[in-house]
């Protein structure tokens, strides 16, 4: 009987499972949801309300008396994002971003070309650690890293004096707009690690679009005797231009929403990060903080715009 017991127990259990199965089969609709429904309700619950509850204390008011969030509809940290010295944050926030973007795409793309084109074997595997490498390392080592290189009696500033370079280090630290004390405390020492922190996320982008290149488009470039500067411009250039967008996504997103690097390596002038971060800390102005924090989503959205309007995501 307990044999029998058992059998039916099981049956019963493969049956409802076989109804299971038929149901998503026959219901491909009612099988996709099951497999998108939860990451999808986390997406929507805490990444979506995070934001909305972000952009709803940007329309909020703080009280000069009592530091307390004021929940009555306001526009006025909105009217303080135009304020000269906001204005300044913003600008040189932008142009940061976009140096390091430019920057990454000139070093990026000649190195990725290469990978993904020329290097084979255990060159390619070595030339794919060296871009990853630096990732493997706390972000916090490398940014430290680069404070004392960049010291006064760092390693380049040493490099300079053996070299006989010393003038055009001075040079360039006299510059009003980028210069400063030294290397480690300026804008061109910021430039310079940003560029490292996220130049492997611009290279690895474009190694995957230069990869789905078809070798056929450049040998065809070539039968039609078309000289290397045209095959660039005209065949490489155009079907590579996803991988670079996609690439200056993460390199311009990543420059305009951090902190920690102007924090460490720059001088006394603020980025948004930091004004962000100081409102929304010892300030304790958390709407004017929401507020300058949805600049940086104003911005990125219309980079994203803009990379769509020259069909940086169109499949070749």
Known sequence: MSSMASAAGTAASGGWQRRLS???YTRRGLLLLALL????LWFGVIYLGSLFALLANAFFGLDDFTGQVVREFTLGNFVALAEPANRDVMLRSITMALAVTLACMVLGFPL???MARHARGTQKAALYIAVMLPLWSSYLVRLYAWKLLLAKEGAISWLAQQTHTVWLLDALLSLPAIGGPSLSFSAIGTF???VYMWLPFMVLPIVAAVE???ASCLEASADLGA???????????PLALPGVAAGSIFTFSLTLGDYIIPQVIGDSTNYI???VYKQQGVAGNLPFAAAFSLVPIVVIGA??????RLGAFDAH
């Open 227 to 237: 000289p290397p500067r045209t095959t660039f411009w005209r065949v490489i250039a």
């Open 273 to 275: 990060g930091q004004v």
């Open 22 to 24: 038929d149901l998503l």
């Open 112 to 114: 990725a070309y290469y």
């Open 192 to 194: 310079l690690v940003f």
């Open 303 to 308: 980079w994203l715009w803009l990379a769509r």
């Open 37 to 40: 429904g939860p990451p999808l």
């Open 212 to 214: 789905r290149i078809p």
